[in-house]
C-alpha cells in the first residue's frame, strides 16, 4: 500500500471535502482518501498496481481542484 499526500490548495471548505473525498475514494485500488480542510491536502492510501497517480489526480481536476505539484 503507498500513502501519499496532496496539496490542494483551492481546499475551504466541507463541500470541498466531501467532492475531493467522494471523487477519489471510489477508484479502483485506493483504499482511504481523507482530506485535511485546514491543511489543504488529501492524504490517500492506495494501491499501486492499480490506482495510478495520474487516475487520482484527474479524479481531483474533474471536481474542479488543481493539485499543486
Ligand atoms: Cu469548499
Sequence with gaps: MTQITLSVPDISCGHCKGSIEGAVTPLDGVESAVVAIDERNVAIEYD?????????????????YEVAV
Design 48 to 64: 499501486g498496481s492499480e490506482a495510478t497517480m495520474d487516475a487520482i489526480v484527474s479524479a481531483i481536476d474533474e471536481q474542479g
